[in-house]
């Protein structure tokens, strides 16, 4: 069964309140449980260190990685080219750093998976095949959709004359 052109859209935003509530309700109450558990085997004070080391060595991280990630770009512009992966590696690369600086360990692996360059290369290759090449997910170099396979962006033909 085929589905309407933009169901993929329409399906993600349904899904929306529900992404919502998992951000603003299950991360915290992750965090609070990770906290209390590193906190119960290793101490307080050993957990709160631990969660300032891991900010500060994130921002270490991201500042050496943004400044290469910013050479790309700049590298990229100057051969004419669009920067479209570096600016989303860098995008990721925030994302990475904003993560870092939540407090918390599972905020933190999610923030040092995105400065991890293979992962993150990964990553917005997918981001760039499916939702702005319109290409399945799948390995480089994986062909096109099929026509009409009811994914992707529709093309319409037809003829356009302004009458005034």
Request: proline share 9%; charged share 15%; with cysteine.
């Amino acid at each position: 069964m085929q589905s309407a052109p933009g169901g993929e859209y329409v399906a993600g935003m349904r899904a929306l309140p529900f992404l919502t509530l998992l951000l603003f309700l299950g991360i915290p109450l992750i965090e609070i449980y990770l906290l209390i558990q590193v906190g119960g085997w290793i101490g307080a004070l050993p957990t709160v260190f631990l969660v300032v080391f891991t900010a500060v060595l994130g921002v270490l991280l991201l500042r050496q990685q943004g400044f290469a990630a910013l050479q790309r770009v700049q590298a990229a512009m100057a051969q004419g080219q669009i920067p479209a992966m570096e600016l989303l590696e860098a995008m990721l690369l925030t994302l990475g750093g904003i993560l870092l600086l939540v407090p918390g360990f599972f905020t933190d692996a999610l923030g040092f998976l995105c400065l991890i360059p293979p992962l993150r290369r990964w990553l917005v290759r997918g981001l760039l095949d499916r939702y702005f090449l319109g290409r399945p997910p799948g390995p480089p170099g994986a062909g096109p959709r099929a026509p009409g396979s009811g994914s992707g962006p529709v093309t319409l033909e037809g003829e356009f004359k302004r009458e005034e």
